[in-house]
Each structure stands twice: as structure tokens, then as C-alpha cells.
Antibody, heavy 123, light 111 residues
Framework: EVQLVESGGGLVKPGGSLRLSCAASGFTFSSYSMNWVRQAPGKGLEWVSSISSSSSYIYYADSVKGRFTISRDNAKNSLYLQMNSLRAEDTAVYYC????????????????WGRGTLVTVSS | QSALTQPASVSGSPGQSITISCTGTSSDVGGYNYVSWYQQHPGKAPKLMIYEVSNRPSGVPDRFSGSKSGNTASLTISGLQAEDEADYYCSSYTSSSTNVVFGGGTKLTVL
């Protein structure tokens, strides 16, 4: 089955760190750019970060630049998001999402999503 | 404040048609044909419904269609069905450092 499964969310204090993981299965993970998209409670979607298929290109939203680090391990079919210096406004469900384009060039729309993992930043 | 502007809510009766607008700028919607639309039911992950302005992924009913004029994209759902009730988000590639922008979302109510 083609799917993405996120893990690693939880409750963390402001200033703390958390590492999210996304396990991919059912498709050739190494062929696709991957993304993290988040959704604060009751709010809309916000793109967070993107990484190309071979990790050559990495992009971040201004809101997380310098605090979050995206990475991937194609041998393990896994995507990661290291989140440091967390703030209350980072509280959200974090989705792992596959870019629809195959190869190095992203299409910037997402055809496969995981179910998300909730990150709560609170003291 | 979201980069793309959508109406907060729309409604329609079963069998009717509705259109959701998505307004951006020449740096995003108006400048590229990378507009996409997502459907999200409560507590569920978003689902891609339209990509590259007007294309439907396999499995999406042809009741869903997309278009664009200038800086405004539109999603039209014809023959409304109860299961269409959901939140809808537009998205676009942008030439800004953000790369991808979303609309604030539109809640569709099927009366």
C-alpha cells in the first residue's frame, strides 16, 4: 500500500526540541521530493519545508528558517524534521507530503499525505 | 493572514453547483500554472483534487473542475453531493522565498 506514516509528535516546552519522522512505503521514495506541511488547531495549511529527492535542494518557510532542519534517508525510506527552539506558534499537526513530480524538480503540489502527528508547544 | 484569499464559507444544495475563488498576485496564481486544490474532511489529511489549474488526479470525480483568470483561480463543484462537505484549500507555487502558499481555506456546507 502506498502510504506515509508520521511519528514523533508530542508535548514539548517552549525552547525545546523534537524530531519528527515519516516512514514511506509502497513507492520509490528516492525518486520524489518530500515536504512537511503543518496545520495549527482550527487553522489553515502552512508549508514548512521541502527536500529534493537526493537532498541536493532544501527549502524552508521563513517562519522556521534557522530553527528547523529537514533531512531524509533514502535507504530507510524515511523523512525527518528536526525542530529546535520551539515556540507556542509551532503548535500544529505536522503532515508529511509527497511532491507530485518524479525526479529532481519539484512540482510544488502534493499528491500523497500522511495522517499527521500533533506537536504541542506549551509550558 | 494567508497569502491567497479564499471566501471563508460557501454553501449549496445537493445537485447544485458552487464555485470557490482563490485570489493571489502575479507572483503566484497569476504568474504560474501551478495552482492546486485540496479537500480536507474533519480530522483527515488533505487530498489533492486539482493540480496545475485544471487537471484531476485519477479517482477524482469529473464533478470537480478548476480554472484560472488573471490572479484568481476557481474550483467548481457541480452536482453537489453530501460527501463534498469539507474544507477546501487552494495552493500555488510562488516566486517568493516561501515557494508554496496556501489559501486560508473555504468551508463548504451542503444544505
Amino acid at each position: 500500500e502506498v502510504q506515509l506514516v508520521e511519528s514523533g509528535g508530542g508535548l514539548v516546552k517552549p525552547g525545546g526540541s523534537l524530531r519528527l519522522s515519516c516512514a514511506a512505503s509502497g513507492f520509490t521514495f528516492s525518486s520524489y521530493s518530500m515536504n512537511w506541511v503543518r496545520q495549527a488547531p482550527g487553522k489553515g495549511l502552512e508549508w514548512v519545508s521541502s527536500i529534493s529527492s537526493s537532498s541536493s535542494y532544501i527549502y524552508y518557510a521563513d517562519s522556521v528558517k534557522g530553527r528547523f532542519t529537514i533531512s531524509r534517508d533514502n535507504a530507510k525510506n524515511s523523512l525527518y524534521l528536526q525542530m529546535n527552539s520551539l515556540r507556542a506558534e509551532d503548535t500544529a499537526v505536522y503532515y508529511c507530503a509527497r511532491d507530485a513530480g518524479v525526479g529532481a524538480t519539484p512540482y510544488w503540489y502534493f499528491d500523497l499525505w500522511g495522517r499527521g502527528t500533533l506537536v504541542t508547544v506549551s509550558s | 493572514q494567508s497569502a491567497l484569499t479564499q471566501p471563508a464559507s460557501v454553501s449549496g444544495s445537493p445537485g447544485q453547483s458552487i464555485t470557490i475563488s482563490c485570489t493571489g498576485t502575479s507572483s503566484d496564481v497569476g504568474g504560474y500554472n501551478y495552482v492546486s486544490w485540496y479537500q480536507q474532511h474533519p480530522g483527515k489529511a488533505p487530498k489533492l483534487m486539482i493540480y496545475e489549474v485544471s487537471n484531476r488526479p485519477s479517482g477524482v470525480p469529473d464533478r470537480f473542475s478548476g480554472s484560472k483568470s488573471g490572479n484568481t483561480a476557481s474550483l467548481t463543484i457541480s452536482g453537489l453531493q453530501a460527501e463534498d462537505e469539507a474544507d477546501y484549500y487552494c495552493s500555488s507555487y510562488t516566486s517568493s522565498s516561501t515557494n508554496v502558499v496556501f489559501g486560508g481555506g473555504t468551508k463548504l456546507t451542503v444544505l
